[in-house]
């Protein structure tokens, strides 16, 4: 592993969120399923974002209350994040409990940010037809196996 993704790790291993979780490898996640990209996304650190992708972690990582690191930069208001997210791949249709990334953005007052990703996401509508009901479902069924999970 390159010593700079293993500098970023160490630093998002020594966050109270981390606490125990041993990076064996980029993907590993806490116990709410975070990965080390929630965490550097939630920052607005684009630099370790960028790291961390080109060391094949996961983009589309589903974490604490199903959120994506899309998810994290929207909430958190970092733009540069978002852009580097959407240009690297993230799904603009991942779901979290019914939320869309762009949803978060708006809720959570940041209007550059949704006023960005609503053209994207219209149009790849008419690219991707479906889309949206196809992560709803995948949404969906992600909770059906939490809720399994518990009666087990």
């Known amino acids: 592993m390159d010593s700079r993704v293993?500098?970023?790790?160490?630093?998002?291993?020594?966050?109270?969120?981390?606490?125990?979780?041993?990076?064996?490898n980029v993907n590993a996640t806490n116990a709410f399923?975070?990965?080390?990209?929630?965490t550097v996304c939630s920052w607005g650190d684009v630099e370790s974002a960028t790291m961390l992708i080109d060391a094949g972690i996961d983009?589309?990582?589903?974490?604490?209350?199903?959120?994506?690191?899309?998810?994290?930069?929207?909430v958190a208001g970092h733009f540069a994040v978002v852009e580097l997210l959407v240009r690297k791949g993230a799904d603009l249709f991942a779901q979290s409990k019914g939320e869309l990334p762009l949803t978060t953005a708006r809720v959570s007052g940041?209007?550059?940010?949704?006023?960005?990703?609503?053209?994207?996401?219209?149009?790849?509508?008419v690219e991707r037809r479906n889309a949206y009901l196809k992560a709803r479902i995948d949404q969906l069924r992600r909770e059906v196996s939490e809720l399994e999970a518990i009666l087990d």
């Open 33 to 38: 399923g975070d990965n080390a990209l929630h």
């Open 110 to 125: 940041h209007d550059a940010i949704f006023d960005y990703l609503a053209p994207l996401m219209k149009s790849s509508l």
């Open 6 to 24: 293993r500098e970023v790790l160490n630093k998002v291993a020594s966050t109270v969120e981390f606490v125990g979780v041993k990076f064996g």
């Open 59 to 74: 983009i589309d990582q589903f974490g604490d209350r199903g959120y994506t690191p899309l998810h994290a930069a929207c």
